[in-house]
């Protein structure tokens, strides 16, 4: 039995969740998701409550506490954006928005442009990158596309990292 699938999952104010020949949409002040849920798991939404319970075959309730928890971020996700940071490290290093491009500098001979999807936000002060969005996996999906440009090695630490990321650093060689 799946812990996450057992939850019951509550609808807050201002929000509609509609399920369709398995197609789930959410709707919310940030925005509208919709997912297809067809031959995973049952969705019922009941006086604003949601409940997940696993089609009648056994394959399909091994992805019962998964398709809960996809619910879940489509409904946080249209009530409050989900946001992650990058901050880049490195002398001479720099991010910018410029229209629908990311201009980075990373100290390669020539600037690092990245269009940005239409449903992302980002803003880039300094050395921290800031991407927002309703959508928890293209947030996900295009930082980590950005962190792939430049990681941070190992010795001095320059490159892309999440904010919340440690790199472990490296002692260099020792003069005999």
């Keep these: ?20 020949n398995g197609v789930v949409s959410v709707k919310g002040p940030k925005g509208t998701l919709t ?11 009941e006086n604003g409550i ?19 928890a996809h619910l879940q971020n489509m409904i946080k996700g249209v009530t409050e954006s989900f946001q992650k940071k990058l901050i880049l490290e490195g002398i001479g290093y720099k991010s910018e928005v410029k229209g629908n491009d990311l201009v980075l500098q990373l100290g390669f001979s020539h600037p690092v442009k990245v269009g940005i999807p239409s449903d992302l936000k980002v803003t880039a002060e300094k050395n921290i990158m800031t991407i927002s969005g309703n959508d928890t996996e293209r947030v996900g999906q295009f930082t980590a596309r950005i962190r792939d440009l430049k990681k941070p090695e190992p010795y001095k630490g320059k490159g892309i990292r999440y904010d919340n990321e440690v790199v472990k650093r490296k002692e260099g060689k020792k003069a005999a």
């Design 1 to 20: 039995m799946s812990r996450i699938g057992k939850k019951i999952i509550t609808i807050p104010e201002k929000t509609e969740v509609t399920v369709s």
């Design 35 to 45: 997912r297809d849920f067809r031959a995973n798991v049952d969705v019922k939404v």
């Design 50 to 68: 949601v409940t997940v319970s696993p089609s009648k075959k056994a394959e399909h309730a091994v992805l019962w506490g998964t398709c809960a």
